[in-house]
């Protein structure tokens, strides 16, 4: 494609979504330098050009999996264009203490925080400053345009603060360049597949507050009643998807209501990892972030992945994004 025909296609795309994308950047450079203001300082200058992607609780970071998929989508960006990529995870735990680097030392040396040096680049999956529908048709190009746009400055270090994802970036291999688990989350993966003894499906649900046992931003509890239906309508989608199934041995079941877990781990064939369950912006003790990594490394292993919702459940990507580790089979199942 020639080069104006390539600036044809991008000038498409911005009269196709209208103004949206245009406002929802003039809001994240306005968020960009109201961080700079209240958090990075004059100071030396540092040698270190890297691009580092940067959670460190200064602005909503989203979930595990939001925070995973911006990783993987900025160091590839860093890898197609020949810039140094490192993680900055330090909120509201050190990333280093469950994934380690593989092929990629991704560990930073020298972060710096000052104005004049180190820049914050901020763009969010879910902006509340533009419909979210309006650009979902032509967010590759869009997010693409905008690490263009802001991470080719290489006279100095920038901070990337994003949760968007690219949904043509080949996530398994990025992923393993970047990460393995840390050898203690090893041992308990290696010590869960042993219990599991066999092939596998995973199956995970995402019922938020909806049972009343779980802290989160979203929903309302249910009625007792209520309660006792959507556990009742949840085992039965169970046996439904294992019936569906790709051959395998045992059901691995993962939700975040441990009232739901209790009675799921009675089923026949059904393994559940037990812990304590927690979400990564309200409970983030190191038995909650072990669950949490055991979880998705176990599920990424599955032969076929599944989320199953009904109602008012939460459409989670955590369990999608643990399937892309691996490129296992995913699918929603509704009830």
């Keep these: 494609m020639f080069l104006h025909e390539m600036k044809m296609k991008w000038y498409d795309v911005q009269v196709a979504i ?61 890898r197609r264009n020949g810039r140094q990529f490192k993680i900055n995870f330090s909120e509201p735990f050190l990333l280093q203490d469950y994934l380690m680097p593989n092929e ?21 999956m879910e902006p509340r400053t533009c419909n979210k529908n309006e650009i979902a048709d032509h967010q590759d190009e869009l997010f693409e345009s905008w690490m263009d746009e802001n991470l080719s400055d290489v ?45 596998y499906i995973s199956i995970s649900f995402r019922f938020t507050t909806l049972l009343g046992d779980f802290t989160d931003c979203t929903g309302t509890p249910l009625s007792p009643e209520e309660r006792t239906r959507l556990i009742e309508r949840s085992l039965e989608a169970i046996k439904a998807i294992s019936r569906q199934a790709p051959a395998h041995d045992r059901i691995l079941v993962t939700a975040d209501s441990e009232t739901f877990l209790a009675r799921a781990k009675d ?38 992945v599944y989320l199953a919702r009904s109602g008012k459940m939460y459409r989670s990507a955590f369990a999608k994004t643990a399937a892309l580790v691996n490129d296992r089979p995913f699918e929603i199942f509704e009830f």
């Excluded at 809001?27 to 990075?40: C, D, P, V």
């Excluded at 994802?165 to 050898?183: G, H, S, Y």
């Design 104 to 124: 990629v030392e991704w560990r930073p040396q020298d972060v710096v925080f000052n104005e004049a040096f180190s820049a914050p680049k901020v763009c969010l």
């Design 18 to 78: 209208g103004g949206a994308w245009r406002f929802f950047c003039k809001q994240q450079k306005a968020m960009a330098k109201r961080m700079a203001s209240e958090h990075y300082t004059e100071d030396t200058r540092t040698e270190d050009t890297s691009v580092i992607f940067t959670c460190n609780g200064w602005i909503w970071h989203g979930g595990l999996a939001d925070r995973l998929k911006g990783m993987i989508a900025v160091y590839d960006w860093c």
């Design 155 to 199: 006279s100095r270090q920038l901070h990337v603060y994003t949760n968007m994802e690219r949904r043509e970036v080949d996530f398994e291999i990025r992923f393993n360049e970047l990460f393995c688990p840390v050898p203690r989350l090893q041992k308990l993966i290696d010590e869960h597949l042993a219990n599991i003894g066999g092939k």
């Design 267 to 304: 089923m026949k064939d059904v393994y559940v990892i037990p812990g304590k369950v927690g979400h990564i912006d309200y409970d983030h003790g190191d038995d909650v972030n072990m669950k949490t990594f055991l979880d998705f490394f176990l599920i990424s292993k599955a032969e076929k």
